[in-house]
């Protein structure tokens, strides 16, 4: 939030029966809804000169005054005890297979808690104590990232020359990176490839989009392995190969060709699966896997493959699907 403080906002006809909460987030672009609720909590948003409450109902002609930004705890990476799958170890790199809902480093969240705590760098930290400080104090050893609710294979350096020989690879676009996604609907193609460049959403600031301007370069090369005809609908198994690492790349071209990763609600994935039954299913992370990541050692110079299966929840959900 860059705006002067405080602010004064008049509620308009058109925005009667809107919650207040939903309301500021539409009016202060470039604050997410889980910020704008914060400032409710910390008492910085004023309707009528009374302190507001997310769930308040707009009737019109209200004045909202925000009195100043959301008070944060600072970022800070931290050693946890936390399990990790280590595919591969040496001297300068370590490969792990992250789980859905680790996030990479320190980032948003309403509670230092959630801002802090659990993430892969702290789990590193713990395991090999010290790890490549090119990415800075929060970011030790990370030299790419998955998404919070992405699995699979993430390569982390532990001095600053591994560091910046992996990210001149990665700089190169010599990095191979695949990985298996569940998309909604039958693919037109059997293989196809996504140009599309990638912006912020100027609206929805946590969201990416292809429909700005000033995008990134971003491509996305796909490949439909199996059509799945359920009593939940069609979908599409793809292996996904990206020549770049934009945020939020491989869902941001899917959900453009209106194929969104199944279970990435924010770019438009139902929720729950329904069936003509009235059954339903929800799968509670993203359908998106790093399976397999290719590189050359930044020391020793030799090819490196790994790989990775399915993690067991999304092959029991595919399997349940299939059946």
């Known amino acids: ?26 009016q202060l672009k470039e ?11 910390e008492r910085k948003v004023l309707v009528n000169d009374a302190a507001a409450k997310a769930s308040l109902r707009l009737r019109g002609g209200e004045r909202i005054v925000v009195l100043g930004a959301v008070e944060l705890p600072p970022l800070r990476a931290m050693a946890e005890e936390i399990p990790l799958d280590i595919v591969y170890e040496d001297d300068d790199l370590a490969v792990i297979n992250k789980a859905a809902g680790m996030m990479v480093h320190a980032g948003a969240g309403p509670t230092e808690e959630d801002r802090n705590r659990g993430t892969l760098v702290n789990a590193l930290l713990h395991r090999f104590g010290k790890l490549s400080g090119l990415g800075g104090e929060l970011r030790p050893g990370i030299v790419h990232r998955l998404d919070k609710n992405t ?9 600053d020359e591994a560091h910046r020989r992996l990210a001149a690879q990665f700089a190169r676009r010599e990095v191979k990176k695949t990985y298996l996604a569940l998309a909604h609907g039958w693919m ?10 990638i ?19 971003a491509i996305t090369h796909y ?4 059509r799945i ?12 190969q990206i020549d770049t690492g934009r945020t939020h790349q491989i869902r941001v071209h899917l959900a453009s060709l209106r194929h969104p990763v199944v279970g990435d609600t924010l770019y438009g994935a139902p929720r729950q699966l329904q069936a003509k039954d009235g059954s339903s299913v929800s799968l509670g992370r993203n359908f998106l896997h790093a399976a397999e990541l290719r590189f050359v050692h930044p020391r020793t110079q030799e090819a490196l493959s790994f790989s990775r299966e399915l993690p067991a929840e999304l092959a029991r959900f595919l399997a349940g699907l299939e059946s």
């Open 229 to 240: 005809d359920s009593r939940m609908g069609k979908f599409s198994l793809l292996e996904v």
């Open 31 to 41: 604050t997410s809804r889980a910020r704008v609720q914060q400032l409710i909590a």
């Open 151 to 159: 699995s699979g294979l993430i390569v982390v350096a532990k001095n």
């Open 199 to 217: 912006s912020r959403d100027r609206v929805r600031r946590t969201r990416m989009t292809t429909a700005g301007e000033g995008g990134r370069e």
């Open 1 to 26: 939030m860059t705006e002067p403080f405080p602010i004064s906002i008049s509620v308009a006809p058109d925005d009667v029966g809107k919650r207040v909460d939903q309301f500021l987030t539409a």
């Open 188 to 197: 037109k193609q059997e293989r196809g490839t996504i140009r599309s460049s």
């Open 223 to 226: 490949t439909v392995q199996r």
